[in-house]
């Protein structure tokens, strides 16, 4: 069986690369953040982010400079507010992004899953978004003629995301409000995972119906403790709210942004630096709990 | 500051909240859209009023109505408000972890009997807007974008939207149609909108005020709004919420 | 919540009509054989059933007198041999057999569950089923012009499955191999569940990642020990390979099918009474074991 | 009767059984098809033959290679031989156990490098009949159908036959073509097919013998069949299996 662990630096220079497609595992939980944190230290550019509803792991890699492209049905901090950064990377022309909606973003991920070339659906036939969006053609139904629009198959080069485990070869288990994660993957060209525990794969046989990913597909295995940070992940910590809260005042301008950029990622040399220097009690307090 | 320090013994061990006029007006909105739902119907909620409606609805009006949010999270009990459709607090309360399209499948399968949602903007069409808005001086304003507003608008067997008490979001055009108001097959499309003071239908395809809570007047409402409605002839009165509902509310607007 | 629990025959009779198209859960593991059952012995009739793969429970459905169509992929005694029944009565006209492909068949209940009229797919452009299969009509990708199949949308009147547990209100939690069994429930207009246990709702809570399907679809829940008798279910008990091994001889002809329907259909009220009626220690000897 | 008792410790605590000719017979066909497998690669693995070759790939010529089975069972350990694609035995020992969509779903988006398949017929195209057969009278014999042979023989990057060494079963045309030798996109197809004497390749898009077992004729076994085939200018040589590798053949077999 193939060893496939190795550090988020390594797994970062190795397969992603400038201008790849990479859609980002996560949503509202589980989200990828270490993986994301390694990509702006990396300085990666050009890249393409597709996802259903992008939350602030997006912005820190569009304030890093790391996409040119973005494409989804929504994007802001969940329940808090807008996006400063990206608001501003459009305007400045450094981001072009296309919006959609979060169904349509799925089904197109959903397409790359199957690979089929397309799936039919109802949506986007009407309204502002649907002459602005790519990928959407309008056919007809062959069985009732009726029309319908084909929403186009997405397949990322290559798709980050963070679980609780997975053993040495990557047969990784998430569980947990899952969202797009799953499909996201499964459409991706190749999958970098960090997990907060490896595990021997003796423990994936006691429950092999928490596995989420095929593993022939998981090029890269990281061990990452709070790998998820600030999100939450099921049964292992709950969200920072605080950051949060706080994020959006903290990026409300480029000096801002920068200096959050700085002490957050720059300053590292990795993620476990990074979570050094977070306040001492802070992991402490996330801890689960169960109510 | 209107403060209501009503207190009921039904909420035992959860801190009694300070009653702010914002609670109540959100109560208001919340309790006017929860009536239209039925018991047994299943609600794909978003994010914001859609919860106190969901919550509402689940802990006094329709006990037995089935929740389910757009990150798959599905039989939820809405019992504090969720920050985000994957929050844990609605994460450990869901007695099944799908998938995202796991619950737009239920949806386009026609299996959702109402959509729970808020906009910035609903027009005179059923037309909502959560993608930018254009300010007096012609700048433009981005907005998060659709999320899963315009798929549900769009599939949901009838959407009711819930809204603030602000004239700028009742309009005869939307600034951007986000989710237009056309329904796939026969499905019904936006079928009310409930705001603090009052509950309009689209049943004739156009704003009718068919509702209002019994301390409001119906033309001073009609007018306060920056859209062309109508009276029904037959406005139905509401008591509007109070005690143990308000309370709840505060409960559920705090414990966040 | 509403309580769902009740008798196989309950459920049937009042959720089970002659010409129905059917469902039938479990793909070599978990299938709902005491359901089958109690449709035999309410001789339900002018069923239409649908499946990928189709097992033994359809000779039973089918030597019941049950079914006037089946389509699906497959039909055998796995890894045994050919159905001796489904093939006499297409033969005799009883059953009109619409042969496809295992995959077709679960794109099929697959658009049926996505709600869209069809997925298009390369599959049954060629070869002697091409023609022959219901469902398909050739259409051509708006974006490259290239031909696929559409594989249109199916979507049953009921699904009838076992799993291992549930809470009274149709919370099914099922887990082992699972086929084509989620996709044909959530196809499906409404589900009866059979489980070897009824949990409260709190134990459901802790284990939220095995709840498969939506309760708000599960019409009828039932009690029913050993309901997939003789096939398996994970965790709870082994297959009884002597019945499948028995069973080709056990329907070679007429006389020995009606008389096997006799002994473990007609002459029990319920499948507790066929279960009691199995040599003393078999069900104890099939318990589960890990290795 | 050839009996052989060939011993190995490598197989500790299970009974050594009884090696008969037809354990060593499809052991044959099942070593010649594990040759075509490379390290690392993910097999689809049918039921009956199919299952030897994974089982011989992975225990011992493939290591690293990834087992699918179409009831949704992934990264498969084929120790015993399973009697359906969803059987306890592999269950146990699967490190994912995902959904039918799951696995065919890798197969169509091009993610499975091997099908691995058997059938009652194959012909000089590379179609597979599962479907039925008609015999010299004219009658037709019905046979259990495609499952997935159609979609695996369509979708796999590649797919190796398995066969039983019977003349009847490689024809000039199948009696129904279940699973056309039309590869989707730029897939191979049916690259080869493997019999307990030798291997033919359809690489020019005939049969052509490619590889034969040492101790068998090239001239006769290709005559022996009832198809038009050819004998490759580089025929390859192949040691048949013996010892341990029939043993293992023999345990995996009567284990099931």
């Known amino acids: 069986m193939i060893d496939k662990v190795m550090t988020a630096q390594q797994a970062v220079k190795k397969y992603i690369h400038n201008s790849d497609t990479v859609f980002i595992g996560g949503f509202g939980h589980a989200i990828a953040f270490a993986i994301a944190h390694e990509i702006v230290r990396q300085k990666k550019h050009s890249l393409h982010l597709v996802k259903t509803g992008a939350d602030i792991v997006f912005d820190l890699l569009i304030a890093g400079g790391c996409a040119s492209r973005l494409s989804c049905?929504?994007?802001?901090?969940?329940?808090?507010?807008?996006?400063?950064?990206?608001?501003?990377?459009?305007?400045?022309?450094?981001?072009?992004?296309?919006?959609?909606?979060?169904?349509?973003?799925?089904?197109?991920?959903?397409?790359?899953?199957?690979?089929?070339?397309f799936i039919p659906s109802p949506i986007l036939a009407d309204g502002d978004l649907a002459g602005s969006v790519n990928g959407i053609k309008t056919i007809k139904c062959p069985f009732t003629e009726a029309q319908y629009q084909a929403h186009s198959a997405l397949n990322p080069d290559v798709a980050i995301i963070h679980a609780q485990r997975s053993d040495m070869n990557g047969n990784v288990q998430l569980w947990g409000s899952v969202g797009d994660t799953i499909e996201g993957c499964e459409a991706s060209q190749k999958i970098i995972c960090?997990?907060?525990?490896?595990?021997?794969s003796e423990e994936i046989l006691l429950c092999p119906h928490l596995t989420k990913l095929p593993a022939h597909k998981v090029?890269?295995?990281?061990?990452?403790?709070?790998?998820?940070?600030?999100?939450?992940?099921h049964d292992y910590y709950q969200r920072d709210e605080r950051y949060y809260a706080e994020y959006t005042s903290d990026t409300k301008d480029s000096l801002k942004s920068d200096?959050?950029?700085?002490?957050?990622?720059?300053?590292h040399e990795d993620f476990d630096s990074y979570l050094?220097?977070?306040?001492?009690?802070?992991?402490?307090?996330?801890?689960?709990?169960k109510s | 500051m209107n403060t209501n320090t009503a207190s009921s013994d039904k909420n035992n061990g959860l801190e009694k909240p300070l009653i702010t006029d914002e609670i109540i007006s959100q109560a208001r909105a919340a309790f006017m859209a929860a009536r239209e739902i039925k018991d047994h119907q299943t609600l794909f909620v978003g994010i914001g009023l859609p919860c106190l409606v969901a919550h509402l609805s689940q802990s006094i009006l329709s006990p037995n109505c089935h929740l389910v949010?757009?990150?798959?999270?599905?039989?939820?009990?809405?019992?504090?408000?969720?920050?985000?459709?994957a929050s844990a607090n609605i994460a450990k309360t869901a007695k099944m972890h799908g998938s995202m399209l796991d619950v737009f499948s239920m949806l386009q399968r026609g299996e959702i009997d109402v959509g729970l949602l808020s906009a910035a903007q609903i027009d005179i069409h059923g037309h909502l807007n959560s993608s930018r808005l254009t300010t007096k001086s012609g700048k433009t304003l981005s907005l998060p974008g659709s999320g899963g507003a315009h798929d549900i608008t769009v599939l949901a067997n009838k959407v009711i939207a819930v809204m603030p008490?602000?004239?700028?979001?009742?309009?005869?055009?939307?600034?951007?149609?986000?989710?237009?108001?056309?329904?796939?097959?026969n499905r019904e499309g936006v079928a009310g909108v409930a705001m603090p003071d009052a509950y309009f239908s689209f049943d004739t395809g156009?704003?009718?005020?068919?509702?209002?809570?019994?301390?409001?007047?119906a033309d001073s409402i009609n007018e306060s709004l920056n859209w062309d409605s109508e009276i029904s002839d037959s406005l139905e009165i509401v008591n509007p919420p109070e005690g143990d509902l308000i309370e709840r509310a505060g409960i559920f607007l705090k414990n966040s």
């Open chain 2, 69 to 85: 949010f757009e990150s798959g999270l599905m039989e939820v009990a809405c019992e504090t408000q969720p920050l985000s459709t």
């Open chain 2, 165 to 185: 008490s602000d004239p700028r979001r009742f309009v005869n055009n939307v600034d951007f149609i986000t989710s237009p108001n056309s329904p796939y097959g």
């Open chain 1, 259 to 267: 200096e959050w950029l700085q002490t957050s990622v720059f300053d």
């Open chain 1, 219 to 233: 090029v890269a295995v990281i061990k990452q403790p709070f790998g998820a940070y600030p999100s939450y992940l």
């Open chain 1, 73 to 117: 049905g929504w994007y802001g901090n969940p329940g808090i507010g807008m996006s400063n950064i990206i608001r501003k990377a459009v305007a400045s022309g450094e981001l072009a992004l296309t919006e959609s909606t979060n169904f349509s973003m799925m089904l197109r991920l959903h397409a790359g899953k199957l690979g089929v070339p």
């Open chain 2, 206 to 217: 156009r704003p009718i005020l068919q509702k209002i809570y019994s301390d409001r007047n």
């Open chain 1, 276 to 289: 050094n220097s977070l306040p001492g009690t802070l992991l402490d307090q996330l801890a689960w709990s």
């Open chain 1, 194 to 200: 960090s997990v907060e525990e490896i595990c021997e």
